[in-house]
């Protein structure tokens, strides 16, 4: 998809920034802490590059204590930016308040298993979720759900149960060997029909098993779009920390990973421009 192919207003949903690292120094040490520093305007000169208008940081747990890196960048930036964050349950109202006013709209949450193991440590779990869940709902924040569908399935009777809809990460961080019939994927498929759960077109690069220029991702994005488009945002996951030289993807793949799936202009329009609106408030 060239940069002209995006519509106006279209949205990234899924970054991170980093830095700089004299002002916001990395609080975490490991796969997804990049040694350089990938501050605000670098995504926007990337953004720029391929067409984007706005987006949504997703502060990482290795960007900074406190969500500062990313506040700092929604104040300066309002009309550009939204933002999910990594809380503590002893969150004070005031911080709540002062965090929704600048354009913070959800918590992510680490749920992230791979074969019965963790994939990375850290930031908010479960317990934490439903301890801060009623005052999130106040304010009418969603819950962002790193976590693999076969156990999302499995959480969903308790997750229902609290005051939220949810944001799935990376199309449910399926990975591809288990095949758009494995029981989680289309479990999954089908509860995005519910209205409680939307999903991010994203992370193809953390699903494959094939590597570039994912094709064996792309069943799974064509049944998510298939099952419900009224419920799906885009995202790049700029800068892909995690990845090594030999892996590391570029926009332009994963722009004509889109443009395969979605080959319809009013989908792509909605996927990239709508549902950015009426989930993040744009």
């Not at 802490?33 to 940081?57: D, H, M, N, Y």
């Not at 300066?76 to 709209?105: H, N, W, Y």
Request: proline content about 6%.
């Amino acid at each position: 998809m060239s940069q002209s192919k995006f519509p106006p207003g279209s949205c990234d949903c899924h970054v991170h920034i980093y830095g700089p690292y004299d002002r916001f120094p990395v609080q975490t040490e490991g796969r997804f802490t990049p040694t350089q520093a990938f501050p605000v305007e670098t995504l926007f000169s990337v953004w720029e590059s391929i067409g984007i208008a706005r987006g949504v940081i997703v502060h990482a747990l290795a960007a900074g204590a406190d969500n500062e890196v990313t506040l700092e960048a929604l104040r300066r930036f309002p009309d550009k930016l939204r933002a999910v964050a990594i809380l503590q349950t002893s969150v004070t109202d005031r911080r709540l308040d002062e965090m929704t006013e600048a354009g913070f709209k959800g918590v992510r949450i680490n749920l992230l298993r791979q074969d019965g193991k963790p994939v990375s440590t850290g930031g908010m779990n479960l317990d934490d979720l439903k301890a801060l869940a009623p005052r999130l709902a106040e304010r009418g924040w969603h819950a962002q759900l790193w976590v693999e569908t076969g156990d999302l399935q499995d959480l969903a009777p308790d997750l229902e149960k609290l005051p939220l809809d949810f944001v799935i990460d990376h199309q449910g961080r399926t990975m591809t060997d288990k095949g758009v019939g494995y029981r989680g994927f289309q479990w999954f498929c089908d509860r995005l029909k519910s209205g409680r759960y939307w999903c991010k077109l994203s992370g193809a690069d953390r699903n494959t098993r094939e590597g570039r220029p994912y094709r064996d991702t792309e069943d799974f994005m064509k049944a998510l779009v298939a099952a419900n488009p009224d419920r799906l945002v885009w995202g790049t996951d700029w800068p892909h920390v995690g990845h090594t030289p030999e892996t590391l993807p570029s926009e332009a793949e994963l722009i004509g990973l889109f443009e395969r799936c979605v080959p319809d202009a009013d989908v792509r329009r909605k996927i990239l421009v709508d549902n950015p609106v009426r989930l993040y408030g744009f």
